[in-house]
């Protein structure tokens, strides 16, 4: 399905400022980050200066302001993954890609990212991978993920 | 769906609903949950649906997919009514076995049944359980009752009677004395009492007013509020429309995380269903009262979860907190009277109205009344979410429920209350889980977060990771805050780092104590709270790292050194193929070695061996 167009979403939110978040979460969600564009064309559409979309934008973690890779792992650093490892897997992830956390592989297939809770602690270390959960991860594990994200995506361009 | 009138229909609806299912000969309950989910629950769901028609069962036997049934070690997890007989770590394939053996012959697959780790025997039903015995559960044990996206399944178990009751049966200043005489107190944290926040609120002056449930939940490590919303979310919303009745508010939302997308989802079709049927809209059921409900989603900031920045980002803002010299049940949400209480707290109010308020404190200890949900994690067995009455000791959850330390280690400490609250040591495990005496003793309920820590824990570490998380979530804008933590962060890690001075120990407990007193928000306020319980039970681990420059749990890595104990190493070559800095060397047949120029002490190398041929020292 191809992602609704930036007018779609502003439908019925126009002239609402207190829709920004929602829409920037819509943004995000469908386009993996906001744009400066799409930050000019909220600020008209929903009547916020520019300057406070971004500060939103820039202030919540929940937004990117730049592309991230094609796959975003995500490793939870919360408390019950910390005490459980959570530290050497973001050690693996950032080892074995050569990236650090939120930046984009060279190859742009791989984006690391942390954050505080996953919500699923009583697994823990809990990892995702573009959403799909995985738990009692360990650095071994985490290798076979990203290797087999590798084998995927490598089919995926001999399909194309 | 068919829309509801009166009471009368609501009870027809029931009645109907009721009769309809009596014909069903099982059900069988799978935990849906985000932990079973986790655990690839979806293949098992498929394999046992595809199996009941392929047998022809599929009318007469009911699947129910519900939200956490608590026991996320265990999962996927299925229990079967009758006989609540209860399996966990279910494949696909175990699908045929259970629907001839269990279903048809009535016979139980033995290869399924949780073994009690303790006597190594089986158990069949799931009351048996020690993990679930030593509870006590009533908001979780209603979410095995129900499907989070059938409105159906609620209104079948008496959904939406305390909040029809509250309506036409109780005045608005009589639900506020009910829940001021339960005793309920907030469980987002703070522990206000729920019936005072209420009754202020309704004599703040204004036609306009807002009810809004926190379901940030940014505590690292707690889930409860998520396994609620998305196990069973018109729970949720009851109480928050019999909390607009009683303050009179026309509109109310629902803040979640959107870390959460199933709690998202499940809350907005909830929403959705309670609209279509007419529980939410203008004069509900024929009565003068309207409210309407909205869900938002929060932008993943700690800070947000605090009342006012909370209200500043439904606002569409920047989520900073503000002062509160005037309250917010009186200027909120767009400077209106505003009541927001946690998940839970809403969670606890239907059965209040229904069961009565003398009912819900008849659970608990003198100050803390009813039960509390637990989320145990760390290096315990039995991983998961627990709901307790508020006398229960720390014991009971660790031992009883949680069944001891993981690997049979010894269990140094458990962390409550999460970023604001603190470390109690072994010794204090006799404390009941109640707001005010964990609180005296240094550290706090808080939203119910309990990590389980042993002697692999470095309680040094255990401070320096909530500074630098509380750090990165203070939203900078009040001085104490903002610079406090930055100090303070700063002593702990010289003093992970082994420069750390004796001096220091006093300082930091000066600079938590001046930041406590003077931050503005709670972020602030509680910013100190792992650092002073951990300087206050576990003072020798902070000297061993000041004067030996030892770390004696080995976590710190400016401490410690890698090497490889010859005598154990196999050559394997695991560790090698796992360095990802490439600082193992040797051969096939020969022991290995650590080249310390390479080595960033990460730790993978000792995680990967399974020979304990990695020592840290
Ligand atoms: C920094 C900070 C974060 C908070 N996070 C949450 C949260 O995630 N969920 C929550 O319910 N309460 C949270 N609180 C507490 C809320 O401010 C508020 O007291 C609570 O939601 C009120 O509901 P209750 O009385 O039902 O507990 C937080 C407070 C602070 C200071
Ligand atoms: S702490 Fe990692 S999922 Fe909650």
Request: charged residues 25%; aromatic residues 6%; proline residues 4%.
């Amino acid at each position: 399905m191809p992602p609704p167009t930036l007018d779609s979403i502003l439908e019925e939110r126009r002239s609402q400022p207190h829709q920004l978040i929602e829409v920037l979460q819509d943004v995000q969600e469908h386009y993996g980050y906001i744009a400066e564009e799409s930050m000019r064309t909220i600020s008209n559409e929903l009547g916020v200066p520019l300057m406070e979309v971004y500060k939103v934008a820039s202030f919540y973690k929940a937004f990117a302001l730049k592309p991230r890779g094609k796959n975003v792992i995500t490793i939870c650093t919360g408390t019950a993954c910390h005490v459980r490892g959570a530290k050497l897997i973001l050690n693996q992830a950032v080892g074995q890609l050569g990236v650090k956390p939120s930046e984009v592989s060279d190859d742009g297939l791989f984006t690391i990212e942390h954050v505080n809770c996953l919500g699923a602690c009583a697994l823990g270390p809990v990892v995702t991978d573009n959403g799909n959960y995985h738990n009692h991860m360990s650095p071994g594990k985490l290798r076979k993920l990203i290797k087999s994200i590798y084998k995927t995506d490598a089919e995926e361009i001999s399909h194309d | 769906m068919t829309k509801i009138n009166t009471v009368k229909d609501l009870k027809a609806l029931r009645k109907r609903l009721l009769k309809e299912r009596k014909k069903i000969r099982a059900t069988l309950v799978l935990c849906g949950g985000t932990g079973c989910q986790a655990s690839r629950c979806q293949d098992v769901t498929d394999a046992v649906k595809n199996e009941l028609a392929k047998q022809g069962l599929k009318r007469s036997v009911c699947v129910r997919t519900t939200g956490c049934h608590g026991f996320c070690e265990q999962g996927p997890l299925m229990v079967i009514e009758p006989g609540n007989i209860f399996y966990c770590h279910i494949l696909p394939d175990d699908a045929h076995e259970i629907v001839t053996k269990t279903i048809l012959d009535g016979e139980v697959v033995e290869r399924l049944l949780y073994t009690d780790p303790v006597s190594g025997k089986l158990i069949q039903t799931e009351s048996e359980i020690p993990f679930y015995r030593a509870q006590d559960r009533y908001l979780l044990a209603q979410n095995r009752q129900v499907d989070p996206c059938s409105i159906e399944d609620y209104i079948a178990i008496g959904g939406y009677s305390a909040f029809t009751k509250a309506l036409f049966e109780i005045p608005p200043e009589s639900v506020v004395r009910e829940i001021k005489d339960s005793g309920l107190r907030g469980r987002g944290g703070g522990g206000f009492p729920t019936g005072r926040k209420w009754a202020e609120c309704q004599k703040a002056p204004g036609d306009e007013k807002y009810v809004i449930c926190n379901a940030d939940e940014g505590d690292p490590g707690a889930y409860m509020d998520r396994c609620l919303l998305e196990g069973n979310p018109h729970l949720v919303l009851e109480g928050m429309m019999i909390g607009a009745w009683a303050i009179g508010a026309q509109q109310g939302y629902v803040y979640v995380r959107n870390e959460y997308p199933l709690a998202v989802k499940h809350a907005r079709m909830a929403v959705d269903q309670a609209r279509k049927i007419g529980l939410l809209s203008d004069k509900i059921l024929g009565s003068s009262f309207s409210f309407d409900i909205d869900i938002a989603r929060g932008g993943g900031s700690f800070v947000c979860g605090e009342s006012t920045a909370l209200m500043a980002s439904l606002e569409g803002k920047v989520g900073e907190p503000r002062p509160k010299d005037v309250h917010t049940v009186v200027d909120g949400l767009w400077h209106k009277p505003t009541t927001l209480n946690n998940v839970e707290t809403w969670a606890n109010v239907p059965s209040i109205i229904l069961n009565g308020s003398s009912w819900f404190a008849s659970k608990g200890s003198k100050g803390s009344k009813g039960t509390k949900i637990l989320a145990l994690t760390g290096h315990i067995k039995n991983t998961g979410l627990v709901e307790v009455a508020m006398d229960t000791t720390i014991n009971t959850v660790v031992f009883d429920i949680g069944g001891g330390g993981s690997n049979g280690n010894s269990i140094k400490a458990v962390q409550t209350g999460g970023p604001s609250g603190g470390c109690l040591p072994a010794d204090k495990f006799d404390l009941p889980v109640d707001f005010d005496v964990l609180a005296k003793a240094g550290s706090m309920v808080g939203s119910g977060g309990m990590v389980v820590m042993d002697q692999e824990t470095c309680m040094v570490d255990v401070a320096k990771y909530f500074l630098t998380f509380l750090q990165d979530e203070s939203c900078g804008k009040c001085v104490p805050c903002r610079m406090g933590i930055d100090r303070m962060l700063e002593i702990i890690t010289d003093i992970t780092e082994g420069n750390g001075t004796s001096w220091q120990i006093g300082l930091l407990e000066e600079l938590g104590s001046t930041v406590s007193q003077t931050a503005l928000c709670g972020l602030g306020k509680t910013a100190a709270n792992p650092v002073l319980s951990t300087l206050r039970y576990f003072r020798d681990e902070y000297e061993a790292h000041i004067h030996a420059k030892k770390c004696p749990a080995g976590v710190c890595q400016a401490l410690v050194t890698y090497k490889v104990d010859a005598e154990k190493c196999t050559c394997c070559g695991i560790c090698k193929r796992g360095c990802p800095h490439g600082a193992i060397v040797g051969k096939k047949k020969q022991v290995h070695a650590i080249n310390l120029d390479l080595c960033q002490k990460c730790g993978i190398c000792k995680s990967e061996c399974d020979f304990e041929a990695i020592q840290v020292k």
